[in-house]
């Protein structure tokens, strides 16, 4: 006979979101996130996709205080309880809802977002265009690659990078399943 003996204390705890908001000259509305809590040691998963944002959020407000200003309002959360069951995306998305329904442009989202230097990417198949259109700007890590998008299509099978579609299981879910939102899952392996 075995005696298993469980400690399991269940006990409500208070999460905290973590967001910044970018007025913007529109009324469109630009999210983008990562969790800050980690099921295990937490430095891919998701302390890079916190670590990026953070880096995100300082040049935003560098450029800023220089006198820019975005076409839509720029939203960054470091969304709590993610490992928990998404708590702290779902109850912020749900709270804020009827806005986003009415001005939300697209959620991106940086979870874990960096374990090596291969980029890769899912998401609604609509982000598609938009993607390209950044990665044909941005230098891979490597000046001989070409741009980012010229890396990404090296790597994919047929030369053509696609977006693998969304499922669920990170802090996307709610802006793609509750609030029919177009999604990017973006990040270096």
Do not use: C, K
């Amino acid at each position: 006979e075995a005696l298993l003996d469980l400690f399991q204390p269940r006990e409500l705890r208070t999460i905290y979101n973590v967001i910044a908001r970018l007025p913007g000259r529109g009324p469109g509305l630009g999210v983008a996130g990562s969790h800050r809590d980690a099921w295990v040691r937490g430095a891919h998963d998701s302390g890079s996709g916190t670590a990026l944002l953070i880096r995100a959020a300082e040049h935003l407000g560098l450029r800023a205080r220089a006198g820019w200003q975005a076409e839509h309002t720029l939203v960054i959360g470091l969304w709590d309880a993610e490992e928990f069951g998404l708590i702290g995306s779902t109850e912020w998305g749900e709270a804020h809802s009827r806005e986003l329904s009415l001005h939300g442009q697209a959620y991106v989202n940086a979870d874990a977002a960096v374990s090596g230097p291969s980029f890769g990417a899912s998401g609604t198949p609509g982000m598609l265009g938009v993607l390209r259109g950044v990665l044909e700007r941005t230098s891979a890590l490597d000046p001989e690659q070409g741009t980012l998008w010229d890396q990404w299509s090296r790597s994919s099978t047929g030369g053509e990078p696609r977006l693998a579609l969304p499922g669920s299981g990170s802090d996307f879910a709610v802006f793609l399943h509750h609030l029919s939102l177009p999604v990017l899952d973006v990040g270096f392996s």
